[in-house]
């Protein structure tokens, strides 16, 4: 399986390299560090927010996971920072990640 392919299936894993097991972020085929290989080993599904801005009646968050890993998220609702969220949905468009948090 790959990042990837996961999360367009909704699936967010931690990519973290086999030999070093630090997080590999933004994903990749090999560690940044030793040149090993990347597993796909924990699946998670709740971050915190960071921070976050408004546009029309969408608010995108930076939300942040593993203490290490930030991404943009879209959210429905009124986010606060520093909530615990889940994510709701995930999937890559136009090359890009994108996750939907509640
Ligand atoms: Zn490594």
């Keep these: 399986m790959s990042f ?14 086999v030999k070093c097991s630090i997080i590999i972020w933004p994903p990749s085929e090999f560690c940044n560090q030793c040149f090993g290989e990347i597993v796909l080993r924990k699946k998670i599904s709740e971050g915190k927010i960071i921070e976050f801005s408004r546009k029309d009646e969408e608010y995108f968050c930076i939300v942040e996971f593993e203490n290490q890993i930030r991404v ?28 939907e948090v509640t």
């Design 4 to 17: 990837e392919s996961e999360l367009s299936q909704g699936s967010f894993y931690i990519p973290e390299c």
């Design 72 to 99: 943009m998220a879209k959210m429905t609702n009124i986010p606060k920072v520093g909530q615990m969220v889940k994510i709701l949905k995930s999937g890559i468009s136009k090359g890009n990640y994108f996750f």
